[in-house]
């Protein structure tokens, strides 16, 4: 039942990352604006997301997961309802920036509650298989449910179904308490995180040279921050909790085959979702039901394949299935383009998606230091939001473009994400008992 109420939290995370796509041929018009615009509609909530994810983690390692869940569950149902009462469009995009915000805290909450409640290695992987399928169910629900809805209701409908999910989550976790932790925040560092990945977010979806800059420099300040706090230049008191770097020592460097793979993977399936979405629609002219239903073969393998991968990384470590859901997902974009019959296609790279993503997160959770899971989540799941907007930002751009360049751009980047895990020496610990 607990495990149930925080992925119904997050299966409403992932539900609006996809489910607003469907709907922004009613969203432009009913409210206006241009291809850009539609853009910021669904990248306002992941560049916010991404920018919030390590804050979000670091502030339920810090206060404790079940709180900081709970307010981020509540949070992002209060929103919701504001979102489908919006009356423009930049009213629209400010509410989706806040709601990427809660669901930062429902994220980095969710997490830290695994690695309480399952402590034992292969128990989490399992676990994490579990809830991967149930918050999947949102990848492969978004598509379908967003058409139904917009073609009953309209777009504002597709908000209104997560307030009594929001409700039905805390209701499942409201006995949950968590003790809070004594690692301090580093706000500064957290602050310029935050700016570092909105801004870069930004630069990638408008090609902005000002935005770019002013992320390099946040990154800049970033690593001169962190550098400071690893070896700080005087002892602190006994009596002085330590603050702790935005992001643990070692983390990055020990992980960032994973978190290249998380980005990739986000690029090839959040681009080739928008782009498809205007291509359906805009060319094919199919209702967004009928849109929804043409993605079905791509998302319907997230949802029942999960659990088999838990139980592949609970025996065998998280790298077979990463290089096998990767492998999957650049011959499936591949032959998209070059063979044809787009929904067998479809089903290839929903099949190593559904590989990819489980494994990723059970490695990362379980090669985070105690006490840190929320933040080693929030790491792997800001390169994944950044790939993210990378993809709807590139392929947006794309969209008058040849369809096998589009392709043979996302199967170069995969296969890049292949080689640098599969081919990085290192030991991978089994997360067996």
């Not at 239903?293 to 990463?322: E, K, Q, S, W, Y």
């Not at 790279?349 to 959770?365: E, K, R, T, V």
């Not at 640098?420 to 610990?429: E, I, L």
Request: net charge positive; glycine share 12%.
């Amino acid at each position: 039942m607990k495990l149930a109420g925080f992925s119904l939290a997050y299966f409403l995370v992932l539900l609006d990352t996809t489910v607003l796509t469907i709907a922004l041929p009613d969203l432009r018009a009913s409210l206006g604006g241009s291809v850009a615009g539609q853009q910021w509609a669904v990248n306002a909530y992941t560049v916010a997301f991404a920018a919030s994810l390590l804050t979000g983690g670091a502030v339920a390692d810090r206060y404790g997961a079940a709180r900081v869940f709970k307010a981020g569950v509540a949070a992002f149902g209060v929103l919701s309802l504001l979102s489908a009462a919006a009356p423009h469009l930049g009213v629209l995009v400010a509410l989706r920036a806040l709601l990427g915000v809660a669901g930062a805290l429902c994220l980095g909450g969710s997490l830290g509650l695994i690695a309480e409640l399952y402590p034992s290695p292969a128990a989490r992987a399992r676990a994490t298989g579990v809830w991967a399928s149930v918050t999947g169910t949102a990848l492969a629900a978004g598509p379908l449910l967003g058409g139904l809805l917009v073609d009953l209701y309209g777009w504002r409908a597709v908000f209104l179904i997560n307030p009594p999910v929001a409700l039905v989550s805390l209701l499942a976790v409201a006995r949950i308490r968590s003790p809070r932790g004594t690692r301090r925040i580093d706000w500064y560092a957290q602050g310029l995180m935050c700016a570092f990945l909105g801004l870069l977010a930004e630069a990638l979806t408008d090609a902005s040279l000002p935005a770019a800059a002013l992320s390099l420099i946040a990154l800049a300040s970033l690593i001169a921050i962190e550098r400071r706090t690893a070896t700080p230049a005087r002892p602190k008191p006994p009596a002085e909790p330590h603050r702790g770097a935005a992001i643990p020592p070692g983390l990055l460097s020990a992980t960032w085959p994973e978190l290249l793979a998380g980005a990739v993977a986000n690029f090839a399936f959040s681009g080739a979702l928008f782009v498809l979405t205007l291509l359906l629609q805009d060319t094919r002219h199919l209702s967004p039901m009928a849109t929804g239903l043409a993605f079905l073969p791509l998302t319907l393998p997230m949802v029942v394949n999960p659990v088999l991968t838990g139980r592949i990384v609970a025996r065998h470590g998280a790298r077979p299935p990463i290089l096998a859901g990767l492998a999957l997902l650049a011959a499936g974009l591949a032959g998209a383009a070059l063979v044809g019959g787009l929904p067998v296609w479809l089903a290839v790279m929903g099949l190593g998606l559904s590989f990819c993503f489980p494994a990723l997160m059970a490695g990362m959770i379980a090669g985070a230091p105690p006490g840190t899971a929320g933040t080693a989540g929030g790491v792997l799941n800001a390169s994944r939001q950044v790939g993210a907007t990378l993809g709807v930002a590139v392929l947006g751009g794309l969209t008058h473009a040849d369809p096998l360049l589009t392709a043979s751009v996302l199967t170069a980047v995969t296969c890049a994400a292949y080689g640098a895990v599969g081919f990085q020496r290192r030991s991978v610990s089994r997360l067996a008992e």
